[in-house]
């Protein structure tokens, strides 16, 4: 899987867009890009996933850039609710070859402050 | 629709003690079953992936051990656990397609005394 780095923390005032980048730039053609995040003392929670094109749920954002090396994740209207650490990681889907297994860095720790 | 279990929540164990820890799906067949630890304030760290019964595979070596007895069921077991032990333990599963990502348990937080 390619190595993503990401901001060790940000802040985002209530109510505001928070704007998580995410740079994967040893991206592979066949590697999506996917966002989870970790609400303390919880399991991670997956949030979106996307390839190519932005995509868009009812929880985030995502845009991914042209050459695919760097992708945004965007909460809308950030709640105190959305403080957690967001990490981005690339892999390939979980086919049998390779089961899916990814590495989570320390990803972002985003605080939402009133 | 698609559950995890993993349990206990908490768990306490002095040194030299044996130690299993068990998840478990439900709604689905065939998952690729996952063990990840977590120190504090890090990332995940894989432990152990499974692809199907009796398929196990380790990354890291360690004192740890994982075994996967039924389809759904994955177990994370020591035979003496070691301070180092200590941390967050997340049991995933994730569709085989791999699809919509990994769906994570709620955590074990071992301490070893």
């Known amino acids: 899987d390619a190595k993503t780095t990401q901001p060790t923390s940000m802040d985002c005032a209530e109510g505001r867009a928070a704007n998580l980048p995410c740079n994967h730039s040893?991206?592979?053609?066949?590697?999506?890009v996917y966002w989870y995040r970790q609400i303390h003392s919880q399991g991670p929670q997956y949030i979106i996933h996307?390839?190519?094109n932005n995509e868009t749920n009812e929880m985030a954002s995502l845009i991914i850039t042209e050459d695919r090396k760097s992708s945004t994740l965007i909460l809308p209207h950030a709640t105190l609710r959305d403080t957690a650490v967001y990490y981005c990681?690339?892999?390939?889907?979980?086919?049998?070859?390779?089961?899916?297994?990814?590495?989570f860095g320390d990803g972002t720790t985003l605080t939402v402050k009133p | 629709s698609q559950t995890i279990h993993q349990w206990p929540a908490t768990l306490v164990q002095p040194v030299g003690s044996p130690l299993s820890l068990e998840c478990t799906v439900e709604?689905?067949?065939?998952?690729?079953l996952y063990w990840y630890r977590q120190a504090a304030g890090r990332g995940l760290q894989l432990l152990f992936y499974?692809?199907?019964?009796?398929?196990i595979s380790s990354e890291v070596p360690q004192n740890l051990s994982a075994s996967r007895p039924q389809d759904r069921q994955f177990i994370l077991s020591s035979k003496k656990l070691l301070l180092s032990d200590s941390g967050f333990y997340l049991c995933?599963?994730?569709?085989?397609?791999?699809?919509?990502?990994?769906?994570f348990g709620s955590g074990t937080r071992l301490t070893v005394v």
């Open positions: 995933a599963w994730r569709d085989y397609r791999g699809i919509h990502g990994y769906t």
């Open positions: 040893t991206i592979s053609g066949n590697e999506y």
């Open positions: 996307g390839l190519k």
């Open positions: 990681i690339a892999d390939m889907s979980g086919t049998d070859t390779n089961a899916g297994k990814s590495t």
């Open positions: 709604g689905t067949s065939n998952p690729n």
């Open positions: 499974s692809i199907g019964i009796d398929q």
